[in-house]
């Protein structure tokens, strides 16, 4: 009894630690640790905040890259409009 008690053992401390360096056992471990320090809304607010400052930053990105592909066009539709072409490729002689 007492054998198998400590086989019991020596399997399991591996085995939780393996578990425990995880990602599920570090998630788990960071939600212990706000739940423990009361921050679940204060972390909320932060996130928030964070996820907010994201939005704008993607929004004006989003905003550069419309303008540059109007410009883009603009550029493309003149050049259509003069008539020019692309020079001669090497294949042609």
């Not at 989003?62 to 303008?67: G, I, K, S, T, W």
């Not at 410009?71 to 042609?92: M, N, V």
Request: no cysteine; proline share 3%; net charge negative.
């Amino acid at each position: 009894m007492f054998l198998q008690l400590i086989l019991i053992l020596v399997v399991l401390i591996p085995l939780l630690a393996i578990v425990l360096d995880s990602k599920v056992g570090q998630a788990l471990a960071s939600r212990l640790e706000g739940r423990r320090l009361g921050g679940g809304e204060d972390i909320t607010a932060e996130r928030v905040a964070y996820l907010e400052g994201e939005v704008d930053r993607l929004s004006s990105e989003v905003r550069r890259l419309d303008e540059e592909s109007e410009f883009l066009h603009k550029l493309l539709e003149e050049r259509r409009g003069q008539g020019a072409s692309l020079p001669p490729g090497e294949d042609d002689s």
